[in-house]
C-alpha cells in the first residue's frame, strides 16, 4: 500500500489515504454500535439459564436439528431458573427430584462432566449466547446446589459469565424428593473485576447532569443578586444617604455662623 500511493500524486494519495481511513472508521463504528435500548437489559431484568438435556448414557438428548436446551421451572416462583441482571446476590431454585433437570445434573455427577448451559447476552430476538460449563457436585441421592456466578456486562450487553460450584457445602435437603439450587451472583461493570456493577450504579446517581448544573448556576445567580440588592437597598443606601443629610446640616450650619 505503501509503495502504491508513493507513486501517486500528492493531491491523489491524500483523497486515497482519507478514503482508506473513512472505510475503516465506518467498519469501526458498526463493529462498536450499540444496541437499540429495548434490546439491552436493564437492572432487576431476569436472565433464563438453559442447559442441553441429557440421557441416561449421559449423551446429548437431541432433537432432530440440534440440542435440546432445557431449564426448571422453580418451585419457590413459578417461573424458569434465571440470575437477575445487576443484582448481587442469592438466587433459588427448588426443583422435583423427578424434573428432566434434575437428572441432568445427575448424568453431570455420574459421568464427570460439566452440564452445558447457556445465557442470551442480550434480549434481541435471536441473541447470541455466552456458554456455561456447569460442573455439578454430588452423589446418586444428593446434589450439592451451591454455586457461585460472576457474570460481566457492558451498556446492557453480557460480555463474559462463570458459574462454579462451592465445595463441600451441600444445601439441607428441606423436603424429600426436592433438590435445591442456591446461586449467589456478583455483577461486574466491563470486562475487569475492579468496578463492581452496583458500585457504578451508586456513582453514577450522584453525577450531576448538565441541565441539573445549569439550574443550580442560575439559582445561585439569583441568591447572590436578592441577597446583594437588599443588603444595598437596606444597609448601603440608608448610610449614605444619612451621610449626606449630616453633611449638608453641617454646611447650613456653617453658613448660619458666619
Not at 462498536?32 to 435500548?37: E, K, M, N
Not at 434434575?102 to 447470541?128: L, V, Y
Not at 439441607?172 to 456493577?197: E, H, N, R
Request: hydrophobic share 40%; glycine share 6%.
Amino acid at each position: 500500500m505503501k509503495l502504491i500511493i508513493g507513486r501517486l500524486p500528492a493531491s491523489l494519495a491524500v483523497a486515497v489515504a482519507v478514503a482508506l481511513l473513512a472505510a475503516a472508521a465506518g467498519v469501526s463504528a458498526r463493529k462498536q454500535q450499540p444496541l437499540p435500548a429495548h434490546d439491552e437489559y436493564k437492572l432487576n431484568d431476569e436472565i433464563q439459564i438453559e442447559c442441553i438435556q441429557t440421557n441416561d448414557a449421559g449423551g446429548r438428548a437431541s432433537t432432530e436439528k440440534s440440542a435440546k436446551y432445557l431449564t426448571p421451572t422453580c418451585m419457590e416462583t413459578r417461573k424458569p431458573l434465571h440470575v437477575v441482571y445487576g443484582y448481587d446476590g442469592p438466587i433459588q431454585c427448588s426443583v422435583s427430584n423427578d424434573d428432566p433437570f434434575h437428572r441432568t445434573m445427575q448424568h453431570s455427577i455420574a459421568f464427570d462432566t460439566p452440564m452445558q448451559c447457556r445465557i442470551a447476552r442480550n434480549k434481541m430476538a435471536s441473541p447470541k449466547h455466552l456458554l456455561l460449563p456447569v460442573r455439578v457436585e454430588g452423589n446418586s441421592r444428593r446434589v450439592a446446589g451451591s454455586f457461585n456466578a460472576v457474570l460481566h456486562a457492558q451498556n446492557g450487553n453480557l460480555i463474559a459469565a462463570a458459574v462454579y460450584p462451592v465445595a463441600d457445602h451441600a444445601l439441607p435437603q428441606a423436603v424429600a424428593g426436592v433438590s435445591t439450587i442456591q446461586i449467589w451472583q456478583k455483577w461486574y461493570d466491563g470486562a475487569g473485576l475492579s468496578t463492581l456493577m452496583a458500585t457504578r450504579r451508586h456513582e453514577d446517581e450522584f453525577i450531576i447532569q448538565p441541565i441539573v448544573a445549569l439550574m443550580f448556576c442560575v439559582l445561585t445567580a439569583c441568591v447572590v443578586y436578592v441577597a446583594g440588592r437588599v443588603y444595598v437597598e437596606s444597609s448601603v443606601i440608608p448610610r449614605a444617604v444619612q451621610r449626606h443629610l449630616a453633611e449638608n446640616d453641617a454646611v447650613s450650619e456653617s453658613k448660619k455662623s458666619q
